[in-house]
């Protein structure tokens, strides 16, 4: 007779995902505010961006694909944040806008709206991937304001050199934190979403680029 295993199909399903990867991963650094952190992609705020646990009639088929619990929670945190972050862009956009006064008004007002178009695909992109991943993404405006890299100017800023350079200053880190994200989820076995902030960074970079190359006339002001 054939001695049969002690160890039962259940206890192998039963192992730990991150058991099976081969990989082990470097949790981020969790803080309270991601503005914190050295860098966007070295933060995060701690909490789960997880539909696939609340149970429910419409969650039955909620889960996270092809990515472990780990995995998951490694790109979540990178998609709520990419995503606050960007719509808080399209606001401080919208913002400066309406705000700009002097001879630039009608090059800077129109160009923002250009880079709008350009930014705002990304917010309902970014928000559709972390639902098919069993996510829930966080979008109220405390939500903004924890996670997003970018703050939404509270007060009325005038000056064409003022605005553009704030603006690049963020597009910096903005971009390099989509770099710095498309590596962190490709090591989480999520090749799609690095597929996707790489395309992003290619977009914040070009922005970037051409409001900086508007700081070298001196008559901006």
């Not at 399903?13 to 081969?22: D, L, M, R, T, V």
Request: charged share 25%; hydrophobic share 35%; proline share 4%.
């Amino acid at each position: 007779m054939t001695k049969k295993s002690s160890k039962s199909a259940a206890d192998t399903a039963a192992a730990p995902a991150s058991a099976k990867s081969g990989k082990n991963k470097t949790a981020p650094l969790i803080v309270e505010d991601v503005h914190s952190a050295p860098s966007p992609a070295a933060a995060s705020v701690g909490q789960r961006t997880d539909a696939a646990h609340e149970g429910g009639e419409f969650n039955q088929l909620v889960n996270h694909h092809y990515l472990t619990e780990e995995q998951f929670g490694i790109v979540s945190e990178t998609l709520q944040r990419n995503l606050s972050t960007s719509i808080c862009l399209y606001l401080k956009f919208k913002k400066y806008h309406w705000d700009i006064r002097g001879r630039f008004f009608r090059d800077l007002h129109l160009a923002y709206d250009e880079f709008i178009e350009e930014i705002f695909p990304s917010i309902d992109e970014q928000a559709e991937r972390l639902v098919a991943l069993g996510g829930s993404p966080k979008n109220a405006p405390s939500d903004l304001d924890k996670y997003s890299v970018v703050r939404v100017p509270t007060e009325t800023v005038r000056d064409a050199r003022t605005q553009v350079a704030d603006l690049v200053a963020d597009l910096s880190r903005v971009g390099k934190g989509y770099r710095d994200d498309s590596g962190t989820v490709d090591d989480a076995e999520d090749h799609a979403t690095s597929d996707m902030y790489n395309g992003y960074a290619a977009t914040v970079d070009k922005i970037r680029w051409m409001l900086q190359a508007m700081m070298d006339d001196e008559q901006l002001n």
